[in-house]
């Protein structure tokens, strides 16, 4: 299990990120539109998973915000920004901020906080998802995961970046 915090609380997951140089495990998440978001989808892209607790959030919604600035200079690429917030809500945020770019996609129906191991299991946000990021190639392999060692801090955006443009 990984462990972050928040509040000067340690807190753990419910496993670890997907090992680099691992395949990227198989995911259905539901998007905005309610359709199917799975890895598939994005066959021969690299994609990045921008995983956080809830897009109500101010760290949150300023990474959804940079992600989606930074991908737009990314070729063949896909950056799913994911968390527990419903489908609706996930678009109405990036329908408020005209964000274009990204993908958002919501796990309240799918295990995927369980096969990435990113849910949290205790302290005040438990259920939710931890911080993290990881980047698979255009062949699915896994090549950047990370989860912030502080829920509450902004993804370390040039390291997602440096394993986009390898």
């Known amino acids: 299990m990984a462990i972050t915090t928040f ?4 807190i753990h997951t419910v496993g670890d990120l997907p090992a680099v ?3 990227l495990p198989p995911f259905v998440l539901a998007g905005a539109d309610l359709s199917d978001v799975t890895p598939q989808r994005f066959a021969g892209r690299t994609i990045v998973l921008n995983i956080f ?3 109500d959030t101010d760290v949150c919604a300023m ?13 063949n690429t896909t950056v799913i920004c994911t968390s527990m917030d419903l489908p609706f ?8 901020e005209g964000i274009e770019n990204v993908v958002t996609a919501s796990a309240f129906r799918s295990d995927f906080g369980q096969t ?9 946000l438990h259920g939710l998802f931890a911080r993290s990021v990881v980047v698979a190639d255009a062949t699915g392999k896994v090549v950047y995961a990370h989860t912030s060692p502080v829920v ?7 390291a997602a970046a440096a394993a ?3």
């Open 53 to 55: 607790p809830s897009v």
């Open 116 to 124: 990435y191991g990113v849910t949290m299991v205790d302290g005040p």
């Open 152 to 158: 509450t801090e902004e993804p370390d955006y040039a």
């Open 164 to 166: 986009v443009l390898g």
């Open 7 to 10: 509040n000067n609380e340690t």
């Open 21 to 23: 140089g691992s395949t």
């Open 63 to 75: 990474s959804v915000r940079r992600f989606n600035e930074m991908v737009a200079a990314w070729p």
């Open 89 to 96: 809500a996930l678009g109405r945020f990036c329908g408020a």
